[in-house]
Structures are given as structure tokens and as C-alpha cells.
């Protein structure tokens, strides 16, 4: 058996840890099986609908949790965008910073 490295950022750290434990797992096992179900060549359909299916089968697919902030209101968004393509741009600091 090999043993590889693999970095991913702390959310999904985080997430695959939880999902291990609910799954009564331990976070190598899960991500094994994951891993697994990802590269079998046994189903069909594109490559996200694949390995949804993959993972669901092998009763690995994670539900998303709801969002837990209503979405802003139309007025609100409008504001926010009108708000947003004022000041300086991102670029005139990087300029700036290397002259």
C-alpha cells in the first residue's frame, strides 16, 4: 500500500473530518472510499454527474447544510453592486506598491 500526501484547504479539512465521523470512520478509510467511488469506470454520464452517482452509491455523497442567512433582498443587492465599482482598483495598489 502506498502513502501519499495531499493538501487541501481547512474547510475541506474540516468537512471531510466531519463526514468521516458521521460516517463512523476514520478520516483515511473515508477519504479512501471517497477516492474509490471517484475513480470507478462502472457508471455513466458526465464527469460531475459520475462521480455524484459514485459517491452516492457507495453511500458516501455528503448533503450540503441549508444556508444559514436568508438571501439579501433585491434593493439590498443593487445597493451593494452600485456601492462596490467605486474607489480604486485592485491593480493601481499593485502599481503603486511596485514603483
Given at each position: 500500500?502506498?502513502?501519499m500526501t495531499?493538501?487541501?484547504?481547512?474547510?475541506l479539512a474540516?468537512?471531510?473530518?466531519?463526514?468521516?465521523?458521521?460516517?463512523?470512520?476514520?478520516?483515511?478509510?473515508?477519504?479512501?472510499?471517497?477516492?474509490?467511488?471517484?475513480?470507478?469506470?462502472?457508471?455513466?454520464g458526465d464527469?460531475?454527474?459520475?462521480?455524484?452517482?459514485?459517491?452516492?452509491?457507495?453511500?458516501?455523497?455528503?448533503?450540503?447544510?441549508?444556508?444559514?442567512?436568508?438571501?439579501?433582498?433585491?434593493?439590498?443587492?443593487?445597493?451593494?453592486?452600485?456601492?462596490?465599482?467605486?474607489?480604486?482598483?485592485?491593480?493601481?495598489?499593485?502599481?503603486?506598491?511596485?514603483?
Open positions: 500500500m502506498r502513502q495531499l493538501r487541501v484547504d481547512d474547510r474540516d468537512s471531510l473530518k466531519l463526514a468521516a465521523a458521521l460516517h463512523g470512520q476514520s478520516v483515511n478509510a473515508y477519504a479512501q472510499s471517497v477516492l474509490n467511488a471517484a475513480v470507478d469506470p462502472a457508471f455513466a464527469e460531475a454527474t459520475q462521480l455524484r452517482e459514485r459517491l452516492g452509491r457507495a453511500g458516501l455523497l455528503a448533503a450540503s447544510p441549508p444556508a444559514s442567512h436568508p438571501a439579501p433582498d433585491n434593493g439590498a443587492l443593487a445597493r451593494a453592486r452600485r456601492r462596490a465599482g467605486r474607489g480604486r482598483s485592485l491593480a493601481s495598489f499593485v502599481v503603486e506598491d511596485r514603483a
